[in-house]
């Protein structure tokens, strides 16, 4: 029903994905898509924008009955509407929860390698990152060190922990079994959950993402952030969401969204998140089919033409995590050598890992397959 074998071109749009690159660069880096978004979504902001006045936004009720609606039919998450807090994106969302749930100097658990975006949400709130490094497995999936994770939140100074559910940049789905272990360490030892679930909707192959917030135990205070920036390509909008255990932690986070200025959103934003999970289920399936065809495609080349470097296998997001480490050079590098190729990746020294590379695949297979060309053409003389 949908056409994602071309995309529109996007260079010269003010796009930070194509343009922070000089012409000839195919860029495979930031974490957006270059497919155009739903069509109901593109009606929806041809409507809005055919009204003509674009001032300040009112939140109503069509939006909390989209988002609720969508989490209760898609993943058995029953959400009250009371505990929603909107904001302009999961970033600014993560910055301001740590800002009401710590105090300078306290210490926040992380899984690593990790989203960059969380490093810098602790650190400019004057936190430390304590670092529970995952576990990689022969296979190139990873697993979570539950004793270093207990022994990290039974720290005094550990106050919250940042889950990154479904992971970004391994790609991991985190079993129930799993978030239980995690929400039951958390809650003995009083730490404070943040799920950042941005990356929920894209899932493959029959396995599907656990909502934080359907296992936590009475008494885990948690907040769970969500937004249809990913799944639907709509980041540029700038619209998240923050689901709050309790009325308690809801006001403290609101205090701090208010406190940080990020507690308005747009029109835009609005009337997208409403289309989207409205109506855009249709293109969101055919999508993850798409994406799971595309990382077929890398992980049968790499088989072929780049056998020594290891692929974490995607069970989520639209980002493989390329193995490195056996060539010596530091993923900046590497990243560098890539660039003077034609092709932009992510370097894996921003997630915490110099010995890796994060590819983002989510474009048409054409493209796709002209970047993997170039991928090998540098690291293939390694």
Known sequence: MFDFDHAPDRRGTGSYKWDSYPEGVIPMWVADMDFRTAPAIVEALRSRVDHGVFGYTLVGDDYYDAVTGWFARRHGWTIDPAMIIYTSGVVPAVSAIIKAMTRPGDKVVLQTPAYNCFFSSIRNNGCEASRNELLRQADGSYRI????????????????????????????????????????????????????EIHCELTYNGREYTPFGTLAP?????????????????????????????????????????????????????????????????????????????????????????????????????????????????????????????????????????????????????????????????????
């Open 145 to 196: 060190d539950f004793d270093d994770l207990e022994a990290r939140c039974a720290d005094p100074a550990a106050k919250l922990l940042i889950l990154c559910n479904p992971h970004n940049p391994t790609g991991r789905i985190w079993s129930a079994e799993e978030l239980k272990r995690i929400a039951g360490i958390c809650a003995a030892n009083g730490v404070f959950v943040i799920s950042d």
């Open 218 to 382: 009475d008494g885990l205070r948690y907040a769970v952030c969500v937004s249809p920036s990913k799944a639907f390509n709509t980041a540029g909008l700038q619209i998240a969401n923050i689901v709050a255990s309790d009325a308690d932690v809801r006001a403290k986070i609101d205090r701090a969204i208010n406190d940080n200025e990020v507690c308005d959103v747009n029109p835009f934003g609005v009337a997208g998140t409403i289309a989207a999970y409205g109506h855009g289920e249709a293109w969101l399936d055919e999508l993850r089919g798409y994406l799971w065809q595309n990382w077929l495609t890398v992980r049968d080349f790499f088989a072929k033409e780049l056998p020594a470097y290891g692929l974490t296998p995607l069970e989520s997001t639209y980002l493989v995590w390329i193995d490195c480490r056996h060539t010596g050079i530091g993923s900046d590098r590497l990243s560098a050598m890539l660039i003077e190729g034609g092709v932009a990746l992510s370097p894996g020294s921003i997630y915490g890992d110099d010995g890796y590379m994060r590819l983002n695949i989510a474009c048409p297979r054409a493209r796709l397959e002209e970047g993997l060309r170039r991928i090998a053409a540098v690291l293939g003389k390694l």
